[in-house]
């Protein structure tokens, strides 16, 4: 038995109000749309509608798995920003109206007329969280947006996939468990090594003591792909067509940079944990899982090494990550920041397993060779991260990732990187998620919120 089923995610709660023919479905050839609550869940052509909230860098990656789903339809996408350069690489041209214009071209595709104009797009998401036609958003926007956003769109009873890591503090996540619990939603973790088969084998082979006993597992994460303008650096103008103070939401008020926001708002700490918890969320997640620890944390957390960018730059997550944490049962985890990018080794009693997440390499050819048999345990079978995601929201079963899972590898990541800033040793409550008589600590579990941006009920 793998399939988790979603406990008390049912369909009971969902808004009586129905729009059976939602954007787009005059649209000659095309399917008509509805609403996966208009048909009772997971009949044979039953449509996720859905809004891409954040149009950048990933939504494009993300898109290109979402869009040939056939029981998914993209409605709208949303981003504070119209349209720009300047993502991850100068050839990303991307925002709301050219991810819109991607949309409906891949829908314009399927139509008799070769035409589709049916995708909205907005730059202020509250009006996509309030579309009563709008079954589920995927939140693809920095990490200081994804508490706020989850509890909001849960609250309205959407279904979420949002990207890793699960906000940028341990107490954000939390947040999202509760938002996400308590309005039975299903939310997928946006961390898709979980669906990947080289993953999910690596795992099953510790889980089935192909190493023996684990004593050590290394976790990989990338180094920083771009420098900070450094000390002394001066504010840009805020470019036309981009919503800054939209884009800041709750983090403090802060003079723009171009360095500060699209892309590289993951090596500015306000936005981000930087590569421990852009990288760290996959390879940890993947660690967690092969070794059984996606329901608990380490018991102590050191730095071991970290380095940092110079005192005065915009950017100010860590240059080297290297953490140490210990678990109850002794083992050791060690993450560290590597050429691998990603990656993740487990050394035991027996001998060592390794994988990239395309290969698997080992001590000796059985430990790389191994394949499950008959009485092996296995996991969680989800091959594709996406359409796991969409066929959960339609079944209500939980996904590969679901909230709690999302949340304990983002901890394990958060908690690493106070071990790394205070440069202390910490013990961990793992239960309780709070550090052993250690203040500054705790303090740094949680972050003020910028006005009007609380968890608390949607203004
Ligand atoms: N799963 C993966 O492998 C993977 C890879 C890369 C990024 N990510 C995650 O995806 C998320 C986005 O990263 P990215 O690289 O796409 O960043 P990005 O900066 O390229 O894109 C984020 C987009 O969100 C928009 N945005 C910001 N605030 C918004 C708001 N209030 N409303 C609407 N739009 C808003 C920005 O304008 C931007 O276009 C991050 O959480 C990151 O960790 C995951």
């Not at 509890?151 to 996939?161: E, T």
């Not at 969680?380 to 909230?403: G, I, M, Q, T």
Request: net charge positive.
């Amino acid at each position: 038995m793998n399939d988790r089923e979603a406990s008390g995610a049912g369909r009971a709660t969902r808004r009586g109000f129905l729009r059976t023919a939602a954007v787009g479905a005059a649209v000659a050839g095309f399917p008509q749309i509805l609403r996966a609550e208009t048909l009772g869940g997971n009949g044979p052509n039953s449509r996720l509608t859905m809004a891409i909230i954040g149009c950048g860098n990933q939504a494009e990656v993300d898109l290109k798995e979402f869009l040939p789903l056939k029981n998914l339809q993209v409605v709208a996408v949303c981003d504070v920003n119209k349209a720009s350069g300047g993502y991850k690489t100068d050839r990303q041209f991307l925002g709301r109206e050219p991810v819109r214009d991607m949309v409906n071209k891949h829908y314009a595709a399927a139509t008799a007329s070769g035409s589709y104009k049916g995708c909205d797009m907005t730059a202020d998401f509250r009006e996509v969280i309030a579309r009563k036609d709008i079954d589920a958003v995927a939140l693809i926007v920095p990490d200081h947006w994804h508490a706020i956003m989850t509890i909001r769109a849960a609250a309205a009873g959407k279904d979420i996939y949002c990207q890793k890591p699960l906000g940028l503090t341990v107490r954000d996540g939390q947040e999202m468990i509760k938002a996400v619990r308590s309005n039975r939603r299903i939310l997928q973790t946006g961390s898709q090594w979980r669906s990947t088969a080289a993953i999910r084998q690596f795992c099953e082979a510790v889980r089935n003591g192909v190493v023996g006993q684990p004593r050590k597992v290394t976790t990989y994460v990338a180094k920083n792909n771009f420098d900070g303008p450094g000390p002394g650096w001066k504010p840009d103008p805020v470019p036309g067509g981009f919503d800054y103070d939209m884009w800041l939401g709750p983090a403090p008020k802060a003079p723009y940079h171009k360095d500060r926001c699209l892309y590289r708002f993951r090596f500015v700490a306000d936005y981000s944990g930087g590569q421990t918890t852009n990288f760290g969320h996959h390879s940890n997640g993947v660690a967690m899982w092969a070794l059984g620890l996606d329901e608990t944390g380490p018991v102590e957390i050191r730095n071991m090494g970290a380095e940092w960018p110079a005192a005065g730059d915009l950017f100010t997550t860590a240059t080297k990550v290297h953490f140490g944490a210990r678990y109850a049962n002794g083992l050791e985890l060690e993450c560290v920041t590597d050429p691998k990018s990603f990656g993740v080794r487990v050394e035991g009693s027996e001998g060592w397993i390794e994988t990239n997440g395309k290969k698997i390499q080992g001590s000796t050819p059985a430990i790389a060779g191994w394949t499950p048999g008959a009485d092996s345990k296995r996991l969680y079978d989800s091959p594709n991260h996406y359409s796991n995601f969409v066929d959960c929201a339609l079944a209500r079963k939980e996904p590969a990732e679901p909230v709690e899972i999302g949340h304990r590898v983002s901890a394990l990541c958060h908690i690493g990187n106070i071990a790394m800033k205070l440069d202390r040793k910490l013990t961990w409550d793992p239960k309780a998620e709070r550090f052993d008589g250690d203040d500054e600590a705790n303090g740094m579990l949680e972050r003020p919120h910028r006005a009007p941006w609380g968890y608390g009920e949607p203004t």
